[in-house]
DNA sequence: ACACATGGTAAAGATTTGGTAAAGATATTG
DNA sequence: CAATATCTTTACCAAATCTTTACCATGTGT
């Protein structure tokens, strides 16, 4: 019924890209490969994509240009490929809109359900700005945006304004990897340090404590490593 | 006593329609229960509910033709069930006026917190500011808008016409938090400072002294550090 | 395995915030 | 105009919270 989904990989090493190719096409989505940024550009406004998988580093252009050039209409997915010692230019594209990123070397099952999941949490959000009837939910969490209350588990849990704060932003960008100079932007509105990160941890901690940490499931929020934190989405 | 809204599910499978009417039976809900959506029909004209669940993909007839007979004359909230890979459908139905989804599996608390988004929601868009029979309920309180009047437990209370005004405006919506900014606007025609806010404080703390303060009983208004106030709902 | 960097957590101190009473200021009413 | 009610401002206290600090756990690269 609809139609495939078209991904633009933009990806100068041959092998990776018939590797990239051969997996999204076999896997339902119609794939199209530029060699450049160049290309990468110009195929993009051609077709259209539903999705961009950019690898970082490619020799003509900064991948930067390109991941703006997409955000200045566009808000459609990308995806990051990054190899090991690219961790700053990484988060440099989380900041300026990626919406999630893959090291090198990865596996198809990765690659495949990280597309699956950037593709699911657009199309919510594109279909109604924000979340239907103003609540949210993943597994034991539920937040009711209007009423400003957090459930777990049928039991209202006391949130104070800023753990709110960073729970809704997390939440209304689930699934999206978020570094912590957007989260501290957007909550303290104030330069990345490493005291405001220290305060963002610390809340985090907070929250985790109030969230009461069931044992054996994975917790609502993940962090990575000198990158930031995501909440789960509940469709990954 | 505040009547209790009355919900119509729609649902064939046996165990969730136990489920949702034991579920909002014990919350303060009258749920009334079809198994097929021409029994759907026969009983939401009968009864009239305040909300309709209805479950997709159900045998005798398409829910679609449900919510369209429902969307011909009444504006009746109608949360809308569906299984996973189901989407199609389910995007559908929000555009054929659905107003707002579950997906199944879901918890107690997601359904109870769709419901009460969607009736919050409804209530506020179907009133230009005011409720059915100009009478607004929550426990001993009561509040007649078109007399100006205000009782709690029986015995008329006398507020001063901001007081009054506060009350109504937070009471008119009931159950969502209102930021200080927000209550300041609507009561004072002003901006928000640091006195609006404490002249609203020190009206608040006039209500609540003659609201008499039942020890043991929750406050009828909320407060949130930093945020704004809040009225419970009969709902909650 | 080691050193190093990063994140988690608890607890103390500093700060902000809300509640409340009471004193002016203003408006309303007879 | 006086008497009264209401509104606004001020001051102070208690509590919630934010921030900082220190220390521990965990992960990362060599």
Redesign the interface.
């Known amino acids: ?2 139609n495939k989904y078209t991904i633009l990989i933009v990806e100068d090493e041959k092998n990776i890209c018939t590797f990239l190719s051969a997996l999204l096409e076999t896997n339902g989505y119609r794939a199209i490969v530029a060699h450049s940024c160049r290309e990468g550009k110009m195929l993009y406004s051609s077709y259209t994509p539903d999705l961009v998988v950019l690898d970082l580093g490619l020799p003509d252009m900064d991948g930067a240009e390109l991941l703006k050039s997409i955000r200045e209409n566009e808000l459609t997915p990308v995806l990051v490929l990054s190899a090991r010692g690219e961790e700053g230019e990484k988060v440099r594209l989380l900041d300026m809109g990626a919406n999630d990123y893959i090291t090198k070397p990865f596996g198809p099952a990765e690659l495949l359900a990280r597309v699956r999941s950037a593709l699911r949490a657009h199309r919510h959000a594109a ?2 700005g924000h979340f ?4 949210f ?1 993943l ?2 969490l ?1 937040i ?1 945006y ?4 957090v ?1 777990i ?2 039991r209202e849990v006391k949130f ?2 800023t753990e709110y704060n960073i729970l809704a932003l997390l939440s209304e960008h689930a699934g999206k990897m978020m570094t912590y100079s957007a989260i501290i932007k957007a909550i303290w509105h104030e330069p990345t340090g490493d005291t405001s990160i220290k305060k963002l941890q610390v809340n985090m901690a907070n929250i985790r404590k109030k969230f009461g940490t069931p044992i054996g499931t994975k917790g609502y929020i993940v962090n990575e490593l000198g990158v930031g934190y995501r909440m789960r989405s ?1 469709m990954e």
């Open positions: 019924m609809p279909e109604e239907p009837g103003g609540v939910c597994d034991d539920t009711d209007d009423a400003r209350r459930f588990a049928e104070t304004q509940d």
